[in-house]
């Protein structure tokens, strides 16, 4: 009930493709969901985030569609870059709680 | 805004040896702060969570005596290493709880991690 279910496990675009990145929760009572991204050595950086009340949020080339009654996320990566390449995990929290559950990261290749 | 730093930014330690990695949160204050590990091309692993003035509350199978979290202020959590071993090496990444989230009231923002090395 707690996972979070994070696909593919790596990624490979072309410089311009978009790159999408998909999340799949059982727990009904998650209620926050962020992306992060994590270059290698370096620390995750939160990227993006949505509630379940709205069904996509975008920011710049970053863009979360939500989809509530599937239980599903994804975050979508448009004009994709060769400095998008990084690691990238979704995330969930459920209301009141400081915990975040976290995928098991999708590694993004964009090539030139 | 919300900017997390650590240091060590690595460290080597001999085995036997305690070592301390400080997080700071830099431009806010963290009432909440928490420490993960990840192994190489894996997650976030949470060790412990902890509360500034209170003892630090550990997840499942992580040893309280080992690793040694201590929160004295607002802007600063330590975490000890006790007694180092080679299967503790690892990257150790810390993250503190903002309470002015751009996307929620509490969000947390990560540091760059310390990668521990034991020999």
């Known amino acids: 009930q707690q996972q979070v279910k994070q696909s593919p496990q790596s990624l490979i675009v072309q410089k311009g493709g978009i790159s999408i990145i998909n999340c799949a929760y059982e727990?009904?009572?998650?209620?926050?969901f962020p992306w992060y991204q994590q270059f290698p050595g370096k620390g995750p950086a939160l990227l993006i985030a949505?509630?379940?009340?709205?069904s996509e949020k975008k920011e710049g080339r970053f863009t979360i569609s939500f989809n509530k009654s599937a239980k599903q996320f994804s975050l979508h990566i448009m004009d994709s870059q060769p400095g998008d390449s990084a690691t990238y995990f979704c995330a969930a929290s459920v209301p009141r709680s400081e915990k975040l559950v976290f995928g098991k990261g999708t590694k993004l290749t964009v090539n030139p | 805004g919300a900017v997390v730093s650590q240091h060590p930014s690595w460290v080597i330690c001999k085995s036997g040896t305690s070592v301390k990695i400080e997080c700071r949160s830099l431009?806010?204050?963290?009432?909440?702060m928490f420490w993960y590990r990840q192994f190489p091309k894996q997650s976030l692993m949470l060790m412990a969570t902890s509360n500034e003035g209170s003892k630090a509350t550990y997840e499942q199978g992580v040893e309280k005596d080992k690793f040694l979290i201590n929160h004295a202020s607002l802007t600063l959590s330590t975490l000890t290493v006790t007694s180092a071993h080679p299967e503790d090496s690892s990257f150790y990444i810390c993250s503190a709880q903002t309470g002015t989230g751009k996307y929620r009231v509490y969000e947390q923002y990560f540091g760059p991690g310390t990668r521990l090395t034991v020999t």
């Open positions: 727990n009904t009572a998650f209620d926050y």
């Open positions: 949505i509630r379940p009340d709205v």
């Open positions: 431009d806010f204050q963290a009432t909440t």
